[in-house]
């Protein structure tokens, strides 16, 4: 692998156990007699490289293996099929407050996250940094999350995985939640960090946003990657699907 | 190193989620094991000649508790997590791990409190009671295999939690517990050698109580059953949990 390719996927392929429909639980099973899964195939070969401080936007309808391939890349599912080599280290994918614990507040979820994802040592401003970016008050952050709201768990799912410093940043339609002036601060944000070389994988359904932090950007439809180019290209390409 | 870390954070997590929004906090645990003692007293102690009785019934519950809760929460434990699971890079494992540390840690603080308060209710402090050590490590074991077994089948039907619950009750029934072994006819004595549970509860019981410490082969039966169950768990769970991700 060369040195300025960060991400190489080689024919993967992902497949899932789904549940055949109607058998969830092991009465099902017994009165059905059907087998309780089948196979399906999410991913089919797929095989990309992102280079080093790139940034690439994956646009798709819904179900079209966005997801998967992000958490395949982040090591979160093993393929069955093909290899995945990685030369850097990885935020936690936050998709809208995935990941954080309803029960606990702002600050216990800072430090669990935190602890995780293996940063408390290395950092230890870290805490005041994450509040600091989200802008939350020290009273908020002292409330249980499932008093948040919606815009107040984006702030803080963003911020927190943006503590990490890590090579590689996944969003995975974080944006679309927080108000005007946090989307704004995520973006510079963003900005920045690709300045400073950390490479970016950018998953929306926005072609706005992909336009304005991507250079290029892959297409996704059914388990395939139908389309690479620049994001200008494949963001016209993902509007004529519609 | 670091997987020391992460799994001190979410027993850490554990602890804090099960006693928040409670007013007296880590003292609900101790509830429930009275409550038991209470009925136990009232209809088994008078017919059952045991001298010590509430030293007795204590001995077998504190264990029977750990092993309950430890179980009820672990079977959720995997679909529970599923926003970090999902997010994260990190191994499935170490949610049952972690429910099993954190309910340890509860039973280690049941059992200083119950080695306190036994004073009066007959215990005798000597040497022994040391052996209590490696007696919860071996239930430990047990557990966690038997949590590892249930967490990650339940990820793919989810009414293993809801039969787990009615499995329960018949096996502390089954367990003598509040009543001697010897009330159990002879040709029924089958049933309750079958039952893991017996054999760590008699364990506890044989240092707690007993006249006489626990014999080599109990210890060996334990170990048997420990290291079996933790196999068969470990086996279950890793076969399954390239497929959790897509079925939680």
């Avoid at chain 1, 429909?21 to 899964?37: A, H, N």
């Avoid at chain 1, 994450?130 to 948040?148: A, C, G, H, N, T």
């Avoid at chain 1, 944006?175 to 970016?200: E, M, R, S, W, Y």
Wanted: net charge positive.
């Amino acid at each position: 692998m060369s040195q300025d390719t960060i991400i190489k996927i080689e024919n993967v392929t992902i497949s899932f156990w789904q549940n055949n429909v109607g058998v969830y639980s092991l009465k099902d099973l017994i009165t059905q007699r059907k087998s309780p899964f089948k196979t399906k195939t999410i991913l089919h070969d797929i095989c990309l490289d992102v280079k080093r401080g790139d940034s690439l936007g994956i646009l798709g309808r819904n179900g079209s293996g966005k997801s998967t391939l992000l958490r395949t890349i982040a090591g979160i599912i093993k393929p069955q099929k093909g290899t995945v080599t990685v030369n850097g280290s990885f935020a936690p994918i936050l998709a809208i407050g995935a990941g954080l614990e309803l029960e606990l507040t702002g600050y216990e979820n800072i430090t669990l996250l935190l602890a995780l994802y293996g940063t408390a040592r290395r950092n230890t401003n870290a805490v005041d940094n994450i509040r600091e970016f989200s802008e939350l008050s020290d009273e908020v952050l002292r409330m249980p999350v499932k008093q948040y709201s919606s815009g107040m768990v984006a702030r803080l799912a963003f911020s927190i995985s943006l503590a990490n410093d890590s090579d590689i940043l996944i969003i995975d339609e974080v944006l679309a939640v927080g108000d005007q002036g946090f989307q704004a601060k995520c973006a510079d944000k963003i900005n920045q960090l690709k300045a400073a070389g950390t490479t970016i994988l950018f998953v929306s359904h926005f072609p706005e946003g992909v336009l304005k932090i991507c250079n290029n950007a892959i297409l996704m439809e059914g388990g395939h990657i139908t389309h690479r180019g620049t994001a200008q290209e494949i963001c016209k390409d993902y509007q004529m699907l519609f | 190193m670091q997987n020391i870390t992460r799994i001190y954070a979410l027993s850490k997590r554990n602890v804090i989620l099960r006693y928040k929004n409670s007013l007296v906090g880590f003292f609900w645990g101790f509830f429930k094991p009275l409550l038991y003692l209470l009925i136990f007293i009232i209809i088994f102690k008078q017919n059952s000649g045991i001298p010590h009785y509430i030293l007795f019934v204590t001995s077998g519950l504190i264990l029977w508790f750990f092993f309950s809760n430890v179980t009820g929460q672990s079977v959720g434990s995997v679909v529970g997590s599923s926003g970090l699971l999902k997010a994260l890079n990190i191994p499935a494992y170490f949610f049952p791990l972690s429910e099993t540390l954190s309910e340890l840690f509860n039973l280690v603080l049941t059992i200083i409190v119950f080695l306190i308060i036994m004073n009066w209710g007959g215990l005798v402090y000597s040497p022994r009671l040391l052996l209590i050590v490696p007696c919860i490590i071996l239930f430990a074991v047990f557990a966690l295999g038997l949590n590892l077994l249930l967490c990650s089948v339940n990820v793919f039907f989810r009414d293993i939690g809801i039969i787990w619950g009615t499995i329960q009750p018949a096996l502390f029934f089954l367990t003598p517990i509040g009543y001697p072994e010897s009330n159990i006819a002879p040709h029924y004595r089958i049933f309750m050698k079958c039952n893991p549970i017996y054999y760590f509860i008699k364990l506890g019981r044989g240092i707690f109580y007993d006249t006489t410490p626990p014999s080599m082969h109990l210890w060996m039966e334990c170990i048997i059953i420990a290291v079996g169950m933790y196999i068969i768990g470990q086996f279950v769970f890793n076969r399954l949990k390239n497929q959790f991700i897509s079925a939680i």
